[in-house]
């Protein structure tokens, strides 16, 4: 690889110092300018990062710079403009998740990609890490046997301060709840490792925070596979993990952590009469953890060769139709949503405000 992609970031708040890490680690990649609605966010974060020239606007960046990626790390609701934006400028776009408030922008965001001849990846960095990648070898080769049952749980706390920030907690601005932003990490893992699904149904809870939105969530996902998973999502729990648990004919496999996982993480538990399989299922002796510097340094590398992007960075809609359906679903009391019902939904392609049962006792008693 001889030439270096020019990449530039869009939003300077915390994640994007994560984007500027990986790029700043990768050999043929460097960072040439961001922007921000802050400028002076924008200037602070470009003086920890080398010193890229900032812009006021995304339009002046992509007339002056003509990156040849751009990192999108803003809220939801602005991912459709930007990343079409990008793309008639001639880049390839990473965009952080959730891709998009709606299938139906998500859809045109994939049309601007393939119509510019460019490339979208989505940052789902809990599908990255050599566990991660081996478990989904061994799943997909049946060495395990057959997936059975299994558990995704995203129970994660945010206090009233989190939901204070203005476009939080609110339909027209962050597009959903802790479903979709937060529990779909791990419904992007499991969806990883299990493959395309079947049915959903979903049910939304307002517990505790004072939002739009649910701070909570339940739903049963049956995957084409035949493995029926059950999903909780919280933003209400103190004691916090990220966990998904896979019961097969000779096996459970199991991922505990909370942001990220590495081998410590992971353990797969033989069945009765299995036990001598063990080493054989074993993780590989070289660890890499989960992260946005693997998942990015592997679409950076795909860009350069020109290959198809890596696993860990494709299939950009099958997470956020999960999502969609557990919302959908509850919007029609936990009807069951199939992909064929979802591809027509009258209501939930366009946007996901859905009604939320609100288990709160009535304001006088808070």
């Known amino acids: 690889m001889t030439r270096s992609l020019r990449c530039a970031i869009v939003g300077t708040g915390a994640v994007a110092h994560l984007h500027a890490r990986a790029v700043q680690a990768h050999p043929h990649a460097h960072l040439v300018a961001v922007t921000n609605q802050t400028r002076e966010k924008a200037d602070e974060f470009a003086a920890l990062w080398g010193g890229p020239s900032v812009y006021d606007t995304l339009d002046d960046l992509l007339a002056a710079e003509h990156p040849d990626v751009v990192l999108i790390c803003t809220p939801p609701a602005v991912h459709r403009e930007q990343t079409v934006a990008s793309f008639a400028a001639g880049a390839h776009v990473v965009v952080e998740k959730p891709p998009a408030p709606s299938l139906e922008e998500l859809d045109e965001m994939r049309a601007a990609a393939a119509a510019a001849g460019r490339r979208l990846a989505v940052v789902f960095q809990q599908r990255t890490g050599t566990a991660a990648a081996h478990v989904r070898r061994l799943l997909a080769d049946g060495v395990l046997g057959r997936p059975l ?5 995203t129970l994660w706390y945010r206090d009233e301060d989190y939901f204070a920030v203005p476009w939080r907690g609110k339909w027209e601005t962050e597009g959903g709840g802790t479903t979709l932003g937060h529990g779909i990490h791990q419904l992007d893992l499991l969806g990883h490792l299990l493959g395309d699904w079947a049915s959903v149904q979903g049910r939304l809870w307002r517990l505790d925070r004072e939002t739009q939105t649910e701070d909570a969530s339940t739903a049963t996902i049956v995957f084409r596979s035949g493995v029926v998973a059950q999903v909780v999502t919280s933003a209400v ?4 993990t990220s966990s998904i648990r896979i ?3 000779k096996a459970t496999v199991t991922v505990d952590h909370l942001y990220g996982h590495g081998h410590e993480n992971w353990a797969i538990t033989p069945a009765p009469g299995y036990e001598a399989d063990v080493d ?6 070289v660890e890499e953890r989960s992260d946005h510097g693997p998942l990015l340094r592997d679409v950076f590398d795909a860009l350069l060769s020109g290959s198809a992007l890596p696993s860990t960075a494709d299939e950009p809609a099958r997470s956020f139709e999960l999502v969609a359906a557990i919302y959908a679903s509850a919007a029609a009391d936990g009807a069951l949503i199939t992909p064929a019902a979802l591809k027509v939904h009258p209501t939930h392609r366009a946007g996901l405000a859905s009604p939320v049962a609100d288990m709160r006792p009535a304001r006088s008693d808070r």
């Open 247 to 249: 019961d097969t004919q």
């Open 280 to 285: 054989t299922w074993a993780l590989p002796d």
């Open 149 to 153: 049952i299994a558990v995704c749980q």
């Open 237 to 240: 729990s103190p004691r916090q």
